[in-house]
């Protein structure tokens, strides 16, 4: 196996026996085989002149894209029954783009890539042994520039295809954005683009992520309303068993939370769902009890300590630990081998979480991780709604600085950086975060300015587009060009590849000047790397202190 896609690849370099997130060389290989069949199923659908392509099936591309993004899912079954189904969406579709080219008169100028014709047939391990012998790694491109930006484009897709599913979830499509993302994955397999092809479709990857993040925050505050400034509890209420809810999912811990009122369990957030205690929609259901443990890589400490069912709906599942594997769910496109999965829900219906419910109310309440609270719900408009506040301290000098330290967490040493970072910025800098890297600045207590927290937490690495549209008001508000006029800086943490796509988006928005860590990305070659670095003045993280001094004065 090689596997480079996300930040803890092994070495900085890439995981070639085992990955670090635990997923093994037969599921590595049964999900390059996925990806090589979705690339065929592109490569087929790109040709369908308009009126052919089967929504279902430019749906299922993103969904089942999804599922190969790091730490989403590891059952074998469900990945090669995915691949099975690509395939399948592939053999019905081409003959009907075939009939329908010859009808309007259209040829076929260049043969269709094998991934769109290679026979479907084979069981898993023949899928596995197949996957091996496709994967991009097994015969890379001559070229390493066009290899490391095929893969730039394929991780920044796969966060595009995570971004388009959660707002499906949410009734919020864009055909446009699935179109792009068959699309792109079927440009990785077209030799006549060069760099300066694969850049510009990266970078429009970025244009369609900023798009996607719009998307999704139109669907996110219609269905649950605007985040509004809100203490969460990261104690526990004595004596009650409850159900942990993780990952990125609101609707799913909508539904669970309307299907507990009244049956004595109490719900928690875990990681990535903090944020949801900030929507009024959320707040409403007074058994909404509060955060519990931290980011995801603490998962096996916290879902062990918790003792009642844990439902993981998107990434960061990590492998499961005896001691709670019986009391571990997943859905969505999140799956683990012998793990209990909660089925799709019917159109119009809710998913069935009655086995979760009965498991809590058989089970002891969660043992006591910490005390306190933190505030999170600084979305866009409750940014924006103290925007006279914000500017009024901008012009008086009393705030000198905001520093986006958006993105993600890990667990790898190095990331004690960015607390360092949070810990050493002045008092006159507010930290701007969304995403799961926060936890490790979030308890910190950073004091106020100007009436408004240090840190002020937009909710998930999903809520990233709050972070552009705030800097976009601001410049507006203060007669600036461009947001690279305003005083912000960017620090940004990053692990899978949503954080891919956030990254691709700001430079399409023209961000200067982005510091990236703890490493930037092993799938960039030094080519690539310097030309992120001359257009965009890209540059890795360095020490805290060094960072902290260079960026209070813009550099
Ligand atoms: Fe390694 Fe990351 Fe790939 Fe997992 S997803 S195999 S940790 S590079
Ligand atoms: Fe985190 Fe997995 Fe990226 Fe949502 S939960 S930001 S890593």
């Given amino acids: ?191 006549t683009l060069g760099v300066s092809e694969l850049v510009a479709l990266s970078l429009r990857c970025g244009a369609l992520g900023v798009g996607a993040m719009a998307l999704l925050d139109a669907a996110n505050t219609g269905r649950f309303g605007h985040p509004e400034p809100t203490q969460v509890s990261l104690g526990v209420r004595a004596g009650a068993p409850g159900i942990l809810v ?136 409750a940014v924006l709604d103290n925007a006279e506040a914000v500017l009024a301290a901008v012009q008086s000098g009393a705030l000198k600085r905001f520093v986006v330290m958006a993105g993600c967490d890990g667990r790898h040493k190095e990331r004690e950086y960015f607390t360092e970072v949070a810990q050493a910025l002045p008092q006159d800098a507010i930290i701007l975060t969304a995403g799961c890297a926060k936890y490790r600045y979030n308890k910190l207590n950073l004091g106020t300015l100007g009436g408004l927290p240090r840190v002020l937490d937009a909710g998930q690495c999903n809520d990233s587009y709050s972070l552009v549209a705030v800097a976009q008001a601001l410049a507006a508000a203060v007669g600036a060009a461009h947001i690279n006029d305003l005083p912000i800086s960017y620090d940004l943490g990053w692990y899978e590849q949503k954080a891919v796509l956030v990254l691709l988006s700001l430079l399409h928005l023209g961000v200067k000047g982005i510091r990236l860590g703890p490493t930037l990305p092993a799938f960039l070659s030094p080519n690539v790397t310097a030309l992120l670095v001359q257009a965009f003045d890209l540059k890795p993280i360095g020490t805290a202190e060094a960072d902290v001094a260079a960026m209070m004065v813009g550099a």
């Fill in 246 to 381: 993780s990952g990125h999912d609101l609707l799913d811990l909508y539904e669970v939370l309307q299907q507990t009122v009244g049956t004595g369990v109490l719900v928690y957030t875990h990681g990535e769902l903090l944020p949801a205690h900030a929507y009024p929609a959320f707040k409403a259901f007074p058994h909404l009890a509060g955060n519990y443990g931290g980011a995801w890589w603490e998962q096996q400490r916290d879902f062990a300590a918790f003792n009642g069912p844990i439902l993981v709906t998107t990434n960061c599942i990590q492998t499961p630990r005896e001691s709670y594997s019986e009391r571990l769910y997943t859905t969505g496109m999140v799956g683990f081998a012998g793990v209990a999965h909660i089925g799709e829900r019917a159109p119009g219906g809710q998913k069935d979480f009655s086995a979760l419910i009965a498991q809590a109310q058989a089970s002891q309440p969660p043992l006591e991780l910490e005390t306190g609270s933190v505030l999170v719900g600084f979305a866009r408009k």
């Fill in 1 to 191: 196996m090689f596997c480079y896609q996300c930040q803890e690849a092994t070495k900085n370099d890439g995981c070639v026996i085992r990955g670090i997130c635990g997923k093994d060389e037969r599921l590595a290989a049964l999900q390059d085989y996925l990806l090589y069949a979705l690339k065929g199923l592109s490569a087929v659908g790109m040709r369908a002149p308009a009126g052919v392509n089967d929504p279902a099936t430019d749906l299922f591309v993103a969904q089942a894209l999804f599922a190969t993004l790091t730490n989403v899912n590891f059952d074998p079954e469900r990945i090669f029954a995915l691949t099975q189904e690509a395939f399948a969406r592939r053999d019905t579709l081409r003959p009907r783009v075939h009939e329908a080219r010859h009808a309007a008169g259209l040829s076929c100028p260049t043969p269709l890539h094998e991934s769109g014709r290679y026979p479907a047939e084979g069981d898993l391990d023949a899928y596995a042994a197949r996957g091996a012998e496709v994967a991009p790694a097994a015969h890379p491109h001559p070229d390493a520039d066009i290899q490391s930006l095929r893969e730039l484009l394929t991780y920044g897709i796969k966060g595009l295809a995570a971004y388009c599913d959660h707002a499906y979830v949410l009734d919020h499509g864009s055909p446009e954005l699935l179109t792009f993302i068959q699309e792109g994955l079927a440009a990785t397999l077209d030799d």
